[in-house]
């Protein structure tokens, strides 16, 4: 039976007969059975984005959200549930449905609280996820890459695990695009990863003690790793990505006095841990940093915990 709605569904969009169509779908949404019917809306879904049917491509997704938002927390399609997200997420920033955008990731907000538990599915999904990311920034399209940034950001922020952390981090693509396109487009193009470092950074002191400095050790160590990385492959001075990285902070926070002073005292904390940790490297290049060192922001718990990684 959900066969021939499905067979019906496409046959008519292909004909030109929405109408007949659009009651085949509802009728996929009403009688398929759980097993079946996330493959199902999902392929009528494609289908009609494939015949360029975006009005109605929207549309479905709406008539078909309640289903979908109960399919999605059905612990037996939690793999099926994911691939299926992630094949509509490419669709719709691959067609730039940015209507549809709000929607979708409302979706793939109650997959991810629904499976938190499951580490290892949520990191297959999450690297996935920032492969098509890496692929939205490759076409230079900044709306889609922001939205799957975000959608990241967002889930990471609600975890409390230093190795997801971690592995997140070593999963962005960001290193990779500075070696394509230089490192100033790349900060331009992931420029959802500078809030994501200034949250990080609040909750070090938040954190609890035990964590606080593995935390900030951490960050400082993420960036202090792209700057040298970046560096080597544009053959430039760890101290001149230093200096881009300020340079586009600067711009970035042109009218919030406080983030600036935020990200000038991360860039600081990475440049002492960077000329502690690698002496032979910074020895001749942090001369040419002493004015992003001033004023000194590293003051109070931030001092001694760098303190205690150093």
């Known amino acids: 039976m959900v066969t021939e709605l499905i067979l019906e569904t496409c046959i008519a969009l292909r004909d030109g007969r929405e109408e007949n169509a659009c009651t085949a779908f509802s009728g996929i949404i009403a009688e398929a059975a759980d097993n079946e019917a996330l493959q199902a809306i999902s392929c009528c879904l494609l289908v009609a984005l494939r015949h360029?049917?975006?009005?109605?491509?929207?549309?479905?997704?709406?008539?078909?959200?309640?289903?979908?938002?109960?399919?999605?927390?059905?612990?037996?399609?939690?793999?099926?549930?994911?691939?299926?997200?992630?094949?509509?997420?490419?669709?719709?920033?691959?067609?730039?449905?940015?209507?549809?955008?709000?929607?979708?990731?409302?979706?793939?907000?109650?997959?991810?609280?629904?499976?938190?538990?499951?580490?290892?599915?949520?990191?297959?999904?999450?690297?996935?996820w920032l492969n098509l990311a890496a692929r939205m920034a490759r076409r230079r399209w900044r709306e889609e890459t922001a939205f799957l940034l975000r959608e990241v950001g967002r889930w990471l922020l609600k975890q409390d695990d230093l190795q997801l952390y971690f592995w997140s981090l070593q999963q962005l693509h960001f290193v990779v695009y500075a070696r394509w396109d230089g490192f100033d487009k790349a900060c331009r193009m992931y420029r959802e990863l500078t809030l994501l470092y200034r949250l990080l950074l609040r909750r070090v002191p938040k954190a609890q003690p035990a964590q606080q400095t593995a935390l900030l050790q951490l960050l400082v160590r993420h960036l202090r790793d792209v700057t040298a990385n970046v560096s080597r492959s544009a053959m430039l001075d760890d101290a001149d990505i230093f200096r881009q990285w300020y340079s586009f902070w600067w711009q970035l926070t042109a009218e919030d006095k406080n983030a600036r002073e935020e990200l000038l005292r991360l860039l600081q904390l990475v440049i002492t841990y960077w000329q502690q940790t690698m002496p032979k490297t910074s020895r001749k290049q942090i001369k040419l940093l002493k004015d992003l060192l001033q004023p000194n922001l590293i003051a109070g718990q931030y001092a001694l915990l760098l303190q205690k990684i150093i």
């Open 52 to 128: 360029r049917q975006r009005q109605l491509f929207a549309a479905w997704m709406q008539e078909s959200r309640p289903r979908l938002e109960q399919l999605l927390v059905n612990p037996q399609l939690e793999h099926q549930g994911g691939s299926v997200l992630l094949r509509l997420t490419f669709a719709v920033c691959d067609r730039r449905l940015s209507e549809v955008r709000p929607m979708l990731a409302l979706l793939v907000r109650r997959w991810l609280r629904t499976h938190a538990d499951d580490t290892a599915l949520l990191q297959e999904f999450m690297a996935e």
